[in-house]
């Protein structure tokens, strides 16, 4: 069976969503977690996801976007909304093996590591966004397009276009191994 039978199927019996919560339930938290790093808190924006996504069941329709690019569309809804609502300060959960793909090296030096860090905390969370799901979630091009709704050559140049915005922030002599 598959999802467009699920999704038929959670329209006239809301136990049928129980398959999507099994599927996605995982990866939705984690997604949500590596946005808060408190576990409680998400667990509850991921409860919230589901609970939105199950009473708009109705409207979603497959135009070529999947299902799980809809619940990562409104997990990150409702994470904007916490952190409006609560006035709280974004956390960026990297490891710096994950800052190092971001400038391509793997045998960057610390201090790089720290600056770049430093970077990303700075950035928008609508840029943080992309990197994080491309970089540290490993998604591709054309699911970051779905989840953000945009094509996905908008995706790739606008990744592109926020590298190279935190490759300018890196002083010059942390490039030397590139010369």
Do not use: C
């Not at 996504?53 to 997990?75: D, P």
């Not at 700075?122 to 945009?150: C, D, G, H, T, V």
């Amino acid at each position: 069976m598959n999802e467009e039978y699920y999704l038929k199927a959670s329209v006239k019996d809301p136990k049928a969503f129980k398959y999507f919560y099994d599927l996605y339930f995982k990866s939705i938290f984690l997604f949500i977690f590596r946005r808060t790093d408190d576990e409680a808190l998400s667990e509850d924006i991921t409860q919230q996801v589901f609970l939105i996504a199950l009473q708009n069941i109705k409207k979603f329709e497959y135009r070529g976007i999947k299902f799980s690019s809809w619940l990562y569309r409104i997990a990150l809804s409702e994470l904007a909304k916490y952190y409006r609502d609560n006035k709280k300060i974004r956390v960026v959960s990297l490891e710096s093996k994950d800052i190092a793909e971001l400038i391509e090296d793997d045998s960057i030096a610390f201090e790089r590591n720290t600056i770049v860090f430093k970077i990303l905390k700075q950035l928008p969370q609508k840029e943080l966004e992309f990197i994080e799901m491309r970089y540290f979630e490993k998604r591709s091009f054309s699911e970051i397009a779905e989840i953000k709704n945009i094509s996905e050559n908008n995706a790739k140049v606008k990744v592109h276009r926020i590298l190279n915005s935190i490759r300018k922030l890196i002083p010059a002599k942390h490039f030397h191994d590139y010369e």
